[in-house]
């Protein structure tokens, strides 16, 4: 009685079938693609960005027009390695250099100055 249960088990775990590893590959084939489309569409661009950032930072000099992280417009008066001192209209601000958001263009410069 015993002995039909065993043989209608099947093959033992230790002995593969020759398909296995193909049909592994075709269940982890959905998670690679995930991550690959992640990458290109979320990993990668925000690399990117956060580079990009990074190389207007260091290139920041005094006399450059800037937008701080909070939308306030003005001009770097002082920089060192860890604090800028803009001027926004009459008042003079303090911050830290990763608080400046863009380098304001000299076109925007240009209509500012014509105004």
Known sequence: ??????????TPQGAAAPGSTMDMMMQFLPLI??????????IRPQQKRAKAHREM??????G????????LIGRIL???DEQVLIECGESKLRMTRGAVGALLSD?????????
């Open 57 to 62: 930072l260091a290139a920041l000099k005094r």
């Open 107 to 115: 076109k925007a410069d240009k209509s500012d100055e014509k105004k």
């Open 78 to 80: 002082e920089i060192d």
């Open 1 to 10: 009685m015993f002995h039909s249960i065993a043989y209608a088990m099947g």
């Open 33 to 42: 693609l995930m991550f690959v489309i992640f990458w290109f569409l979320l």
């Open 64 to 71: 450059d027009r800037v937008v701080t992280a909070s939308g």
